[in-house]
T-cell receptor, first 114, second 117 residues
Framework: DGGITQSPKYLFRKEGQNVTLSCEQN?????MYWYRQDPGQGLRLIYY???????QKGDIAEGYSVSREKKESFPLTVTSAQKNPTAFYLC?????????????FGPGTRLTVL | AQSVTQLDSQVPVFEEAPVELRCNYS??????LFWYVQYPNQGLQLLLK??????LVESINGFEAEFNKSQTSFHLRKPSVHISDTAEYFC???????????????FGKGTKLSVIP
């Protein structure tokens, strides 16, 4: 079955530590995205990548970093510079070209900073 | 720039009653519209989408939405809700890919639908 996987489902981190969230897709999509979700705030775009070895900042990139070394993978690192990292993180992918941007989502990772 | 407004953050409704979740958008270009559903602690699933053609679109589980260009709306409706419809619903708008740079999917802040037995 084609889809997007995110791991782990739940992640706990101590303040001051960096942590990396995994996102893998086998949909053969070129574009991948990371969103942060907080209660009542909808989805906010952190980073996106349209092609391997290229990525752009979204609306709230500060304190986060990404890499895109393979088409299938788009890991997100939450650094110690992120002031309030506790949130639900969603990864998505889409075809890069086409009339519209329909995104497919993974199951999410809930990060809690202790 | 494009934006999406979901007018109600929470909608409680009794089981088997009808429901409407409101969505308005603004965009300077042609748009494509989506409704996604999110169950607790899960990712978003596409519920239905308007791309072109008939302005009334339907999902497999009884939801429908109507694209109204003059009112810039894409409200989601269901004539009779079930307990299993309890979830958060997100309206989203996409512009047209231009070939130069990206085109984003812009989300509303979501509406939590609570179905009361």
């Amino acid at each position: 079955d084609g889809g997007i996987t995110q791991s782990p489902k739940y992640l706990f981190r101590k303040e001051g530590q960096n942590v990396t969230l995994s996102c893998e897709q086998n949909l053969n999509h070129d574009a991948m995205y990371w969103y942060r979700q907080d209660p009542g705030q909808g989805l906010r775009l952190i980073y996106y990548s349209q092609i391997v070895n290229d990525f752009q900042k979204g609306d709230i990139a500060e304190g986060y970093s990404v890499s895109r070394e393979k088409k299938e993978s788009f890991p997100l690192t939450v650094t110690s510079a992120q002031k309030n990292p506790t949130a639900f993180y969603l990864c998505a992918s889409s075809v890069r070209e086409g009339s519209y941007n329909e995104q497919f989502f993974g199951p999410g990772t809930r990060l809690t900073v202790l | 720039a494009q934006s999406v407004t979901q007018l109600d953050s929470q909608v409680p409704v009794f089981e088997e009653a009808p429901v409407e979740l409101r969505c308005n958008y603004s965009s300077s270009v042609s748009v494509y519209l989506f409704w996604y559903v999110q169950y607790p602690n899960q990712g978003l699933q596409l519920l239905l989408k308007y791309l072109s053609g008939s302005t009334l679109v339907e999902s497999i589980n009884g939801f429908e939405a109507e694209f109204n260009k003059s009112q810039t709306s894409f409200h989601l409706r269901k004539p009779s809700v079930h307990i299993s419809d309890t979830a958060e619903y997100f309206c989203a708008v996409s512009g047209t890919y231009s070939g130069a740079g990206s085109y984003q999917l812009t989300f509303g802040k979501g509406t939590k639908l609570s179905v009361i037995p």
